[in-house]
């Protein structure tokens, strides 16, 4: 099956782990979505790191062809983890500053297996879509039931109407690299005023 680019996409925001003492599976699909997105031409965007499934997935990506463009604070870049596989490398003041650049190097975003630092990332891509800032893609890879929990949290959100329902089409679950891979190939920018259906859920209570 032939997986073609998504014309309206040059450069893929991956948030990812940046622990190397975790499973070899993440690492594994970690890897086969860096192949994944330069097999279709797509550049990666990522947090600068060398170590975990950031640096892996953008080593992979590279290594097929794809540019990596490594975005890093002042802080973490003076611990020694900023990564050689970059093919242009930013450094920021802060984790703010560092976030807006990714997000206005990249159409789409994936988040796959990480800690803390990638929920919040996540989260805050997802409360700008909700608000109209961006219409891109937003993939979730579970990798190995990883996000189950936070997929049946994100559920409560919208059945206890902390969300409108059209929400959950503010992003997508991949069960594959190739799955997210071929969801943003296919995706259209549809410019979904998601705020406008909540606001008029509210109103309706």
């Known amino acids: 099956m ?35 997105m330069a097999k279709c031409g797509y550049d990666v965007v990522y947090g600068g790191s060398t170590l975990g499934l950031m640096g892996e997935v953008t080593s992979a990506a590279k290594m097929h062809g794809s540019e990596v463009i490594g975005v890093m604070p002042e802080r973490l870049y003076n611990l020694g983890i900023s990564s050689g596989d970059c093919t242009k490398f930013i450094l ?38 909700q608000l109209g800032y961006n219409d891109k893609p937003i993939v979730i ?18 059945e206890n109407r902390f969300a409108p329902k059209v929400s959950q089409k503010m992003y997508y679950i991949a069960k594959s690299p190739f799955d997210a891979i071929n969801y943003i190939n296919n995706y259209e920018f549809s410019n ?14």
């Open 141 to 158: 890879l579970n990798t190995n039931g990883f996000y189950d929990d936070l997929i049946k949290f994100f559920n409560k959100i919208v």
């Open 2 to 36: 032939v997986n073609v680019k998504n014309e309206k996409v040059n450069s893929i925001c991956v948030f990812a782990s940046s622990c190397n003492k975790i499973d070899d599976i993440y690492f594994r699909e970690a890897y086969k979505l860096g192949v994944e």
């Open 192 to 205: 979904i005023n998601y705020l406008a259906d909540k606001i008029a859920s509210k109103n309706k209570s």
């Open 92 to 129: 920021t003041k802060g984790m703010r500053e560092r976030k807006a650049k990714m997000d206005e190097l990249s159409q789409a975003l994936i988040a796959i297996a990480g800690g803390f630092g990638t929920l919040e990332e996540l989260s805050e891509m997802l409360v700008q879509k």
